[in-house]
C-alpha cells in the first residue's frame, strides 16, 4: 500500500508556488529517443541539453587549424552567450516568483472559525517567503502556521481513518490542507479483482465516518486518478506537490498513519528548537500499536517514546533483482532534548517548510521507482542546503502491514505491473537514480532535466560527494556505514560559506555528538560494513569454488577437467599443459620422490648460481627447480580440527581484481579460512570477489593502516591469524599451519626479518611486505586500540580518531617505508619485536623474489635484499623446505604453474 502513481501529466497543471517559471515555449513533449541517453559508469559525463548541435562546415577541413581555433572561439561565445541568457532568465523567474507570491497572497483566504484578520493577515504573507529570500523563525507562530499534508493512496481502505485521525489530534485542525492523490479501480474493476472493500472512497468514507458536519471537505484539496493508470509512487507524490498552494509547512506521510495529539504544533514546535529554516524532520515513523487503544485519540504509550532511527544505507533488489540503495532502520535512538542532525530522509514522514518542496521537488519522469526513491530525495534536498533531523519525539505512527494479513492493494498485484512497458519504465527510473547517485549501471535513462543544477539533478548548495562523505556512503561499492548515526555534523551550505555566516539561530538547541564507549567503536566507525549481499567484507570460501584449468595433487596426478579463470592466449594453455607433464610426483611426506637438491656448477657468472643438473632436477628450470625442493607439510588437512585458522588479506588493484585476485583464490587462496580482497578504487561490479575499497592516498602507510582497519574491523575474531600479501604472492597455506602450530604464544609479529640500521637494535628490525606480515589475533586488537586514538578515562580522546599526521603511529623518522612504520608502531608502541622465521639451516620461509630467482642470486650480485638479509645463504640453500611464500608471480600464468609444482 505504499506504492502508487498517476496518470499522464496534462498541460497547464498549475506549478508550485517559487517554481522557476520560464518564457512561454510551445507546449512540452514526452522525452524523445534522444533525450534517453546510454547510461554513463559513474555519474553525469554532461549537462543534458536539448540545444541543436550545429552541423560541421565542411568548409573548415578536418585538419585546418584554423577551423578548429574559429570553434573553439564560437563554443567560447556560445557558452557565454548561455551563461547570460540563464542569468537573465533567473532574473526573470525571480521576479516573476515575486509576483506570483504576491498575486497568490491577495487572494489567499483562509478558512478559519475565528479569524483574526489584522494578525492572521500578516502571519499569513510572511508565509509565503520567495526562494531563497531570508527567512525570520520570530515569524513562526506553532498556533497560527498553516501545514499541507501530502497523502498517496493506491485502494488503500485505511485512508479514510488516516484522514479522520489527522483532523481529530490537531490543535488547529483548521489550518491543515489535505492534498490527496487517490488512486482507486473503477467498479467494474474492482470487482473483477475482487478489491470491493479495499477500493473506498477516502474522503466519502471519512466524511459518513465523522458527519458531513464534521467533515472537513473544504480542506481537501483531492486529485482522484484510475489506479490501472498509475506511474508508481514518485509521480503520485510529484501530483500532490501539485496541490500545494501557499501554506508555510509541508508534512508529508503514508496514507494509512495515525496521529499523536496536537501534532501540528509540536511538529512546528520541535521543528523551531533546530534553529535552522532548512531543517526537514524525517524518520521511519513507529508502528501504530505504539499508541494507546482507542488509536484513534492519540495517546502515546508511555513504554514507547523513543524514536527510530536510519543509520545508514544498504543494497536491497529493485525491480528485476537489479540492486538498488535504500534506507536501513537502525533501531531506536536515547531520549532527544531536540531534533539530531541525520543523513537519511524517509518518505513516510517528512517535515519542514514547503519551500523545500518547491526547491527540491519529486521527479515526475521516476516512473513507478519505489525502493530507491529515498536516498534519491535525499540527495536532492541536501545538495540544495536542506539538512535532515530525526525528530524529539514521535507524532505520527504507520500501519505496517501485519505478517500474513491483508489489507489495501498492492501495485504488484495489479496488472500494471505485470506489463513490460511498466518494467521498462521502472528500469530506466532506476538508472535514473544511478545516474544521480553516481552508481554503476548498464542500461538506458531517462536524463531529462536531471543535469547539475537542473530541476531534478544536483543541488549547487552542497556537492554530492560531500552527501557521500556525510552519509558515510561509498557509491562504488553501495556500502555504507552506521557508525556516526548519532556523531554528525552539520556542513555548511555554499551560501554560508560565501558570506562568511551561518543562517542557524543562535538559540537553537543543539544535540551534541555522542561519544564513543570504546577504542573499538571508534576504530572502526567509518568502515564500509558490507550488506546481506556480501558476507562481512569477506569472500564466502568454497574449496576450489573458481575451479582450477590444472591441479596436480600430491602424487603427482594432474587432472585437466576443472575449469574456473579464463587464461588469455593460446600460449598460456600450452604453458600449462607442459607445466602439467613436467610435474614431479610427491610422496606422503609432500616431498618431491627421490628429490636431492642437484650440486652447484663452477664458473656461474659473478651474481649467479647455478647447478649441475641431473635425475629428477635435469631439464628443469630455476623455478622448477626451487620449487621442486620444497616440502609441502601434511600435518593438517583443511577439516583437521587442530589447524591453526588463517585470515588472508589480499592487496589488489581494480585492474587486477578479473586476472591476478580471481588467480590467487583459484589456486592458494582456496586454502585460507577467510579471504578478503582489498583495492583503491573497487566497486561492486565484482560482487564475486567482494573487494574492500579503500581510499586512495598519498602516503603508504596511511594506505596500509586503511588495510590493517578493515581486517580488524570486518572480522577480527573470526580467525587465530591473519598474513597480509598481495596479489603477485604464492602462498603455501599447509607449512604457514605448521609454522604456526608449534608457536607457544599469540601475541607474534613474523615474517621475512630484515635489518635495515645493520646494528641488531630491536628499532631497526621489520617484516619485508612483499614476502607477506603475519600478525596474531591479540595483536591485531592490541594494534586496533593504539591506532584509534581512543583513551581510557580521557573523554577529549571519544570524539573520533585523530586526522592522519597524528596518531601516534605517525612517526616523522619514517619516511615512506610502511613495512618499516609498521614494525615502528609495534615495537615502540606496544613492545612487540618482529620474529624471525628462518629454519635450523638457515632457510627463509617468506621469499620477496620468485622461486627460481632466489636459486639463482648470490650474494656478491649487488642486491638490495644483502644490504636487509639476516640470512647468510644463497642459492637454493636460501630457501627452505618448508617454505611459506615467494612473492613477484605477476602472471596469471605463473601463478597456476607454481600451483602445479
Same mark, same amino acid.
Given at each position: 500500500?505504499?506504492?502508487?502513481?498517476?496518470?499522464?501529466?496534462?498541460?497547464?497543471?498549475? =506549478?508550485?508556488?517559487?517554481?522557476?517559471?520560464?518564457?512561454?515555449?510551445? =507546449?512540452?513533449?514526452?522525452?524523445?529517443?534522444?533525450?534517453?541517453?546510454?547510461?554513463?559508469?559513474?555519474?553525469?559525463?554532461?549537462?543534458?541539453?536539448?540545444?541543436?548541435? #550545429?552541423?560541421?562546415?565542411?568548409?573548415?577541413?578536418?585538419?585546418?587549424?584554423?577551423?578548429?581555433?574559429?570553434?573553439?572561439?564560437?563554443?567560447?561565445?556560445?557558452?557565454?552567450?548561455?551563461?547570460?541568457?540563464?542569468?537573465? +532568465?533567473?532574473?526573470?523567474?525571480?521576479?516573476?516568483?515575486?509576483?506570483?507570491?504576491?498575486?497568490?497572497?491577495?487572494?489567499?483566504?483562509?478558512?478559519?472559525?475565528?479569524?483574526?484578520?489584522?494578525?492572521?493577515?500578516?502571519?499569513?504573507?510572511? +508565509?509565503?517567503?520567495?526562494?531563497?529570500?531570508?527567512?525570520?523563525?520570530?515569524?513562526?507562530?506553532?498556533?497560527?502556521?498553516?501545514?499541507?499534508?501530502?497523502?498517496?493512496?493506491?485502494?488503500?481502505?485505511?485512508?479514510?481513518?488516516?484522514?479522520?485521525?489527522?483532523?481529530?489530534?490537531?490543535?488547529?485542525?483548521?489550518?491543515?490542507?489535505?492534498?490527496?492523490?487517490?488512486?482507486?479501480?473503477?467498479?467494474?474493476?474492482?470487482?473483477?479483482?475482487?478489491?470491493?472493500?479495499?477500493?473506498?472512497?477516502?474522503?466519502?468514507?471519512?466524511?459518513?465516518?465523522?458527519?458531513?458536519?464534521?467533515? #472537513?471537505?473544504?480542506?481537501?484539496?483531492?486529485?482522484?486518478?484510475?489506479?490501472?493508470?498509475?506511474?508508481?509512487?514518485?509521480?503520485?507524490?510529484?501530483?500532490?506537490?501539485?496541490?500545494?498552494?501557499?501554506?508555510?509547512?509541508?508534512?508529508?506521510?503514508?496514507?494509512?498513519?495515525?496521529?499523536?495529539?496536537?501534532?501540528?504544533?509540536?511538529?512546528?514546535?520541535?521543528?523551531?528548537?533546530?534553529?535552522?529554516?532548512?531543517?526537514?524532520?524525517?524518520?521511519?515513523?513507529?508502528?501504530?500499536?505504539?499508541?494507546?487503544?482507542?488509536?484513534?485519540?492519540?495517546?502515546?504509550?508511555?513504554?514507547?517514546?523513543?524514536?527510530?532511527?536510519?543509520?545508514?544505507?544498504?543494497?536491497?533488489?529493485?525491480?528485476?533483482?537489479?540492486?538498488?540503495?535504500?534506507?536501513?532502520?537502525?533501531?531506536?535512538?536515547?531520549?532527544?532534548?531536540?531534533?539530531?542532525?541525520?543523513?537519511?530522509?524517509?518518505?513516510?514522514?517528512?517535515?519542514?517548510?514547503?519551500?523545500?518542496?518547491?526547491?527540491? &521537488?519529486?521527479?515526475?519522469?521516476?516512473?513507478?521507482?519505489?525502493?530507491?526513491?529515498?536516498?534519491?530525495?535525499?540527495?536532492?534536498?541536501?545538495?540544495?542546503?536542506?539538512?535532515?533531523?530525526?525528530?524529539?519525539?514521535?507524532?505520527?505512527?504507520?500501519?505496517?502491514?501485519?505478517?500474513?494479513?491483508?489489507?489495501?492493494?498492492?501495485?504488484?498485484?495489479?496488472?500494471?505491473?505485470?506489463?513490460?512497458?511498466?518494467?521498462?519504465?521502472?528500469?530506466?527510473?532506476?538508472?535514473?537514480?544511478?545516474?544521480?547517485?553516481?552508481?554503476?549501471?548498464?542500461?538506458?535513462?531517462?536524463?531529462?532535466?536531471?543535469?547539475?543544477?537542473?530541476?531534478?539533478?544536483?543541488?549547487?548548495?552542497?556537492?554530492?560527494?560531500?552527501?557521500?562523505?556525510?552519509?558515510?556512503?561509498?557509491?562504488?561499492?553501495?556500502?555504507?556505514?552506521?557508525?556516526?548515526?548519532?556523531?554528525?555534523?552539520?556542513?555548511?551550505?555554499?551560501?554560508?560559506?560565501?558570506?562568511?555566516?551561518?543562517?542557524?539561530? =543562535?538559540?537553537?538547541?543543539?544535540?551534541?555528538?555522542?561519544?564513543?564507549?570504546?577504542? #573499538?567503536?571508534?576504530?572502526?566507525?567509518?568502515?564500509?560494513?558490507?550488506?546481506?549481499?556480501?558476507?562481512?567484507?569477506?569472500?564466502?570460501?568454497?574449496?576450489?569454488?573458481?575451479?582450477?584449468?590444472?591441479?596436480?595433487?600430491?602424487?603427482?596426478?594432474?587432472?585437466?577437467?576443472?575449469?574456473?579463470?579464463?587464461?588469455?592466449?593460446?600460449?598460456?594453455?600450452?604453458?600449462?599443459?607442459?607445466?602439467?607433464?613436467?610435474?614431479?610426483?610427491?610422496?606422503?611426506?609432500?616431498?618431491?620422490?627421490?628429490?636431492?637438491?642437484?650440486?652447484?656448477?663452477?664458473?656461474?657468472?659473478?651474481?649467479?648460481?647455478?647447478?649441475? +643438473?641431473?635425475?629428477?632436477?635435469?631439464?628443469?628450470?630455476?623455478?622448477?627447480?626451487?620449487?621442486?625442493?620444497?616440502?609441502?607439510?601434511?600435518?593438517?588437512?583443511?577439516?583437521? =580440527?587442530?589447524?591453526?585458522?588463517?585470515?588472508?588479506?589480499?592487496?589488489?588493484?581494480?585492474?587486477?581484481?578479473?586476472?591476478?585476485?580471481?588467480?590467487?583464490?583459484?589456486?592458494?587462496?582456496?586454502?585460507?579460512?577467510?579471504?578478503?580482497?582489498?583495492?583503491?578504487?573497487?566497486?561492486?561490479?565484482?560482487?564475486?570477489?567482494? &573487494?574492500?575499497?579503500?581510499?586512495?592516498?598519498?602516503? +603508504?602507510?596511511?594506505?596500509?593502516?586503511?588495510?590493517?582497519?578493515?581486517?580488524?574491523?570486518?572480522?577480527?575474531?573470526?580467525?587465530?591469524?591473519?598474513?597480509?600479501?598481495?596479489?603477485?604472492?604464492?602462498?603455501?597455506?599447509?607449512?604457514?599451519?605448521?609454522?604456526?602450530?608449534?608457536?607457544?604464544?599469540?601475541?607474534?609479529?613474523?615474517?621475512?626479518?630484515?635489518?635495515?640500521?645493520?646494528?641488531?637494535?630491536?628499532?631497526?628490525?621489520?617484516?619485508?611486505?612483499?614476502?607477506?606480515?603475519?600478525?596474531?589475533?591479540?595483536?591485531?586488537?592490541?594494534?586496533?586500540?593504539?591506532?584509534?586514538?581512543?583513551?581510557?578515562?580521557?573523554?577529549?580522546?571519544?570524539?573520533?580518531?585523530?586526522?592522519?599526521?597524528? #596518531?601516534?603511529?605517525?612517526?616523522?623518522?619514517?619516511?615512506?617505508?610502511?613495512?618499516?612504520?609498521?614494525?615502528?608502531?609495534?615495537?615502540?608502541?606496544?613492545?612487540?619485536?618482529?620474529?624471525?622465521?628462518?629454519?635450523?639451516?638457515?632457510?627463509?620461509?617468506?621469499?620477496?623474489?620468485?622461486?627460481?630467482?632466489?636459486?639463482?642470486?648470490?650474494?656478491?650480485?649487488?642486491?638490495?635484499?644483502?644490504?636487509?638479509?639476516?640470512?647468510?645463504?644463497?642459492?637454493?640453500?636460501?630457501?627452505?623446505?618448508?617454505?611459506?611464500?615467494?612473492?613477484?608471480?605477476?602472471?596469471?600464468?605463473?601463478?597456476?604453474?607454481?600451483?602445479?609444482?
Amino acid at each position: 500500500t505504499d506504492e502508487a502513481g498517476i496518470g499522464d501529466d496534462v498541460e497547464g497543471d498549475p =506549478p508550485l508556488l517559487g517554481e522557476p517559471q520560464l518564457p512561454p515555449r510551445a =507546449p512540452s513533449a514526452p522525452p524523445s529517443a534522444s533525450q534517453t541517453k546510454a547510461l554513463p559508469r559513474r555519474g553525469l559525463g554532461t549537462r543534458n541539453s536539448t540545444a541543436t548541435r #550545429r552541423a560541421p562546415d565542411p568548409i573548415r577541413g578536418v585538419g585546418s587549424v584554423f577551423g578548429k581555433v574559429t570553434a573553439a572561439l564560437e563554443a567560447e561565445q556560445a557558452r557565454s552567450a548561455d551563461m547570460a541568457r540563464r542569468a537573465a +532568465q533567473r532574473q526573470t523567474e525571480t521576479q516573476a516568483e515575486r509576483a506570483k507570491a504576491s498575486a497568490r497572497w491577495q487572494a489567499l483566504q483562509l478558512d478559519h472559525s475565528d479569524a483574526r484578520t489584522a494578525s492572521d493577515a500578516k502571519t499569513a504573507k510572511a +508565509q509565503v517567503a520567495p526562494a531563497g529570500g531570508a527567512f525570520d523563525l520570530s515569524t513562526v507562530d506553532p498556533d497560527r502556521s498553516s501545514i499541507f499534508v501530502s497523502l498517496a493512496t493506491f485502494i488503500d481502505p485505511e485512508c479514510p481513518t488516516t484522514l479522520e485521525s489527522l483532523f481529530a489530534n490537531a490543535a488547529n485542525p483548521e489550518r491543515l490542507r489535505v492534498g490527496l492523490v487517490q488512486q482507486n479501480l473503477k467498479p467494474a474493476d474492482a470487482r473483477k479483482y475482487e478489491a470491493v472493500v479495499e477500493n473506498v472512497d477516502c474522503v466519502d468514507t471519512y466524511c459518513a465516518s465523522v458527519g458531513q458536519d464534521a467533515c #472537513r471537505r473544504s480542506q481537501i484539496r483531492l486529485d482522484r486518478q484510475d489506479a490501472l493508470e498509475t506511474r508508481g509512487v514518485t509521480v503520485a507524490r510529484y501530483d500532490a506537490q501539485q496541490l500545494l498552494a501557499d501554506e508555510r509547512f509541508y508534512l508529508q506521510v503514508d496514507s494509512h498513519t495515525y496521529f499523536a495529539r496536537h501534532w501540528d504544533t509540536r511538529f512546528i514546535a520541535s521543528w523551531l528548537k533546530t534553529g535552522n529554516p532548512r531543517a526537514i524532520l524525517t524518520t521511519y515513523p513507529r508502528s501504530f500499536d505504539a499508541l494507546e487503544k482507542p488509536y484513534m485519540n492519540g495517546t502515546v504509550k508511555k513504554s514507547e517514546t523513543r524514536v527510530p532511527l536510519i543509520c545508514r544505507y544498504d543494497v536491497l533488489p529493485g525491480g528485476g533483482g537489479v540492486p538498488v540503495v535504500a534506507n536501513v532502520a537502525g533501531g531506536y535512538g536515547p531520549p532527544l532534548a531536540a531534533p539530531m542532525l541525520a543523513a537519511n530522509w524517509a518518505a513516510g514522514q517528512s517535515f519542514g517548510l514547503a519551500q523545500a518542496e518547491r526547491d527540491a &521537488p519529486y521527479d515526475k519522469y521516476a516512473e513507478f521507482l519505489f525502493q530507491g526513491e529515498e536516498p534519491y530525495r535525499a540527495a536532492q534536498y541536501w545538495t540544495r542546503g536542506y539538512d535532515f533531523y530525526t525528530p524529539d519525539e514521535n507524532l505520527v505512527f504507520h500501519h505496517y502491514r501485519p505478517a500474513g494479513r491483508k489489507y489495501g492493494v498492492r501495485l504488484s498485484n495489479t496488472p500494471v505491473w505485470g506489463r513490460a512497458s511498466t518494467q521498462q519504465k521502472l528500469h530506466r527510473s532506476l538508472n535514473r537514480v544511478f545516474v544521480m547517485l553516481g552508481l554503476p549501471s548498464d542500461g538506458a535513462a531517462e536524463l531529462h532535466e536531471m543535469a547539475p543544477g537542473d530541476r531534478y539533478g544536483v543541488g549547487d548548495e552542497r556537492t554530492l560527494e560531500q552527501y557521500f562523505e556525510f552519509a558515510q556512503y561509498e557509491p562504488a561499492t553501495m556500502r555504507a556505514s552506521g557508525c556516526q548515526c548519532s556523531r554528525r555534523t552539520r556542513v555548511p551550505t555554499r551560501s554560508e560559506l560565501e558570506a562568511n555566516s551561518s543562517f542557524i539561530s =543562535p538559540n537553537a538547541v543543539v544535540v551534541a555528538p555522542k561519544l564513543f564507549g570504546s577504542a #573499538r567503536e571508534q576504530y572502526c566507525c567509518d568502515v564500509k560494513t558490507a550488506s546481506t549481499a556480501f558476507v562481512d567484507g569477506f569472500v564466502p570460501l568454497r574449496r576450489h569454488a573458481f575451479g582450477l584449468p590444472y591441479v596436480c595433487n600430491g602424487h603427482g596426478e594432474c587432472d585437466g577437467a576443472k575449469s574456473g579463470v579464463r587464461l588469455e592466449g593460446f600460449s598460456s594453455i600450452a604453458a600449462l599443459e607442459l607445466a602439467k607433464e613436467r610435474c614431479l610426483a610427491r610422496g606422503k611426506d609432500g616431498a618431491v620422490i627421490g628429490w636431492r637438491d642437484p650440486p652447484r656448477k663452477a664458473g656461474a657468472p659473478k651474481g649467479e648460481v647455478a647447478y649441475a +643438473q641431473s635425475g629428477p632436477s635435469e631439464g628443469l628450470s630455476m623455478d622448477e627447480l626451487a620449487l621442486s625442493r620444497v616440502v609441502v607439510s601434511q600435518r593438517f588437512q583443511f577439516d583437521s =580440527p587442530k589447524r591453526p585458522t588463517v585470515t588472508c588479506v589480499v592487496r589488489t588493484a581494480t585492474y587486477r581484481l578479473t586476472n591476478r585476485a580471481r588467480a590467487v583464490l583459484a589456486t592458494w587462496g582456496g586454502d585460507c579460512d577467510r579471504i578478503m580482497f582489498v583495492a583503491e578504487g573497487a566497486t561492486s561490479r565484482d560482487l564475486d570477489l567482494n &573487494p574492500i575499497n579503500i581510499p586512495e592516498t598519498v602516503k +603508504q602507510w596511511d594506505g596500509v593502516q586503511e588495510v590493517l582497519r578493515n581486517a580488524h574491523c570486518q572480522g577480527s575474531d573470526a580467525t587465530e591469524w591473519y598474513v597480509f600479501l598481495y596479489d603477485t604472492n604464492y602462498v603455501v597455506l599447509p607449512n604457514l599451519w605448521e609454522l604456526l602450530a608449534d608457536l607457544d604464544t599469540d601475541q607474534l609479529y613474523l615474517g621475512r626479518r630484515m635489518n635495515r640500521g645493520g646494528r641488531g637494535s630491536d628499532d631497526d628490525l621489520f617484516i619485508n611486505a612483499a614476502a607477506g606480515i603475519v600478525l596474531s589475533r591479540t595483536l591485531m586488537h592490541q594494534l586496533a586500540d593504539e591506532l584509534s586514538g581512543w583513551r581510557k578515562g580521557d573523554p577529549t580522546t571519544h570524539g573520533g580518531q585523530p586526522p592522519p599526521g597524528s #596518531r601516534s603511529c605517525d612517526f616523522s623518522d619514517v619516511r615512506d617505508s610502511a613495512d618499516v612504520s609498521l614494525a615502528r608502531c609495534l615495537t615502540r608502541r606496544l613492545d612487540i619485536a618482529p620474529m624471525s622465521t628462518t629454519d635450523k639451516d638457515g632457510g627463509e620461509r617468506f621469499l620477496p623474489f620468485k622461486a627460481g630467482e632466489h636459486a639463482s642470486m648470490g650474494r656478491d650480485d649487488g642486491s638490495w635484499i644483502w644490504g636487509y638479509s639476516e640470512s647468510k645463504s644463497d642459492g637454493l640453500e636460501s630457501i627452505s623446505r618448508s617454505v611459506v611464500s615467494f612473492s613477484d608471480v605477476l602472471k596469471v600464468e605463473e601463478m597456476f604453474k607454481y600451483d602445479i609444482w
